[in-house]
C-alpha cells in the first residue's frame, strides 16, 4: 500500500513540526520532542537557542479554515474575558500554533478546588444575552457553527447535536432510528433541561486540556468557544473520567453556583453534543457510539 503524507508525517512529527517553525520565521528553535495526548494535531515541545522552550502544535493534514487562528482568540477570550489563565500565544497562523509552556497538572484536591473557583468565575462573569460567537471556530478537526441565536434550546439543537448528523461517519454508525430519536430528544428539550443563561464557555474542557502554570494555578488550553450553557464545560469534566481527586471539583462548583440538584441527570443530554463530535472525526470512537445510543434510548418511540 502506498504511503500517503500523512502517514510519512506521523512517521517523523519532530521533523515536520522543526520545518513548519522555521519556516514561519522561529529559526532559534533547535530541536523539537514530540508529546502525546491531543486527538486532531502532532505537537511537541520545542528548544530555542537563547529563549525558553515552547508548545508547538500542527495539522499533518490542515483542515480547510484557519483553525489555529480562532483557537488563539479563544485563548485570549477566556484570558482577558473570563478571567482564566491560558498560556501566551507566541505565534498563530495557518499552520501552527506557538504557545509558552504549562505544567502538568497536580493530582491535589487543593488544585481542583481551585479550579472550581476559577471555573465558577468564569461563567458567573461573562453571562451573555445571546447563544453563539462571533465567527465560526473548530472543535478538533470540524467546523463549530457558532452562528448567534437567542434561544439556547434552538442553539444547542441546530449547531451542537443535528449539526453532526451530515458527518459521513455518524451516517455510517448511526442508523434511521437513532437520527429520529435525536431529532426527538432536540425537540423536547425545554421539557428536559432547565432554561439558563448563556455564558462563556471552554467548549472542549476535557482533563487533557487543564494543565497548570509554572506557579502552579489551573490554566486551559485547547479552547472551542462560545457563549453557551455553562452545562456544556461542566458535562465534559463530569463524563471524561476525572481523576478521584476531582469530587472536590464537583461539590464545591455546584455549591459556588448553586447547581439544582438534578444537574447530574442531565449530564449526559449536554454531552451528546461531545460524543456525537467524535464519533464523526475518529475510527476508534472510544465507546461514543454506544454512549449517544443508550442516552437516546427513551426518544426511540413517540411520547
Not at 511537541?44 to 480562532?70: E, M
Request: aromatic share 8%.
Amino acid at each position: 500500500m502506498a504511503e500517503t503524507r500523512e502517514d510519512a508525517l506521523a512517521m517523523r512529527p519532530a521533523a515536520f513540526l522543526l520545518e513548519c517553525l522555521h519556516r514561519s520565521g522561529m529559526r532559534d528553535v533547535v530541536e523539537v520532542n514530540p508529546v502525546t495526548g491531543g486527538l486532531a494535531a502532532l505537537a511537541g515541545i520545542a528548544t530555542r537557542r537563547d529563549a525558553p522552550p515552547v508548545f508547538v502544535k500542527a495539522f499533518a493534514d490542515r483542515p480547510d479554515g484557519f483553525p489555529f487562528l480562532a483557537e488563539a482568540e479563544g485563548l485570549t477570550a477566556l484570558r482577558e474575558i473570563g478571567g482564566m489563565a491560558t498560556p501566551d500565544v507566541i505565534l498563530a497562523n495557518e499552520e501552527l500554533l506557538v504557545l509558552s509552556e504549562l505544567r502538568a497538572r497536580p493530582g491535589s484536591e487543593t488544585f481542583w478546588e481551585q479550579f472550581a473557583h476559577a471555573l465558577t468565575r468564569l461563567h458567573t462573569s461573562t453571562v451573555h444575552h445571546r447563544f453563539g460567537w462571533h465567527s465560526d471556530n473548530w472543535l478538533g478537526r470540524r467546523r463549530q457553527i457558532n452562528t448567534w441565536n437567542n434561544n439556547g434550546f434552538a442553539f444547542f439543537a441546530e449547531h451542537r447535536l443535528l449539526r453532526w448528523l451530515g458527518e459521513p461517519r455518524v451516517e455510517a454508525a448511526l442508523d434511521a432510528n437513532d437520527r429520529t430519536a435525536l431529532e426527538r430528544l432536540c425537540n423536547r428539550l425545554p421539557e428536559l433541561l432547565p432554561p439558563r443563561p448563556a455564558c462563556l464557555t471552554h467548549g472542549d474542557l476535557w482533563s487533557q486540556n487543564l494543565l497548570a502554570t509554572p506557579d502552579g494555578r489551573p490554566a486551559l488550553i485547547d479552547p472551542a468557544v462560545s457563549y453557551m450553557w455553562a452545562d456544556v464545560d461542566l458535562a465534559h469534566v463530569w463524563t471524561t473520567a476525572p481523576p478521584p481527586e476531582a469530587q472536590l471539583f464537583f461539590a464545591v462548583y455546584a455549591e459556588l453556583t448553586s447547581l439544582d440538584s438534578g444537574w447530574q441527570a442531565r449530564m449526559p443530554i449536554i454531552q451528546l453534543r461531545q460524543h456525537l463530535a467524535v464519533l464523526a472525526q475518529f475510527d476508534d470512537d472510544w465507546g461514543a457510539a454506544d454512549l449517544i445510543r443508550a442516552t437516546l434510548a427513551p426518544f426511540r418511540t413517540s411520547p
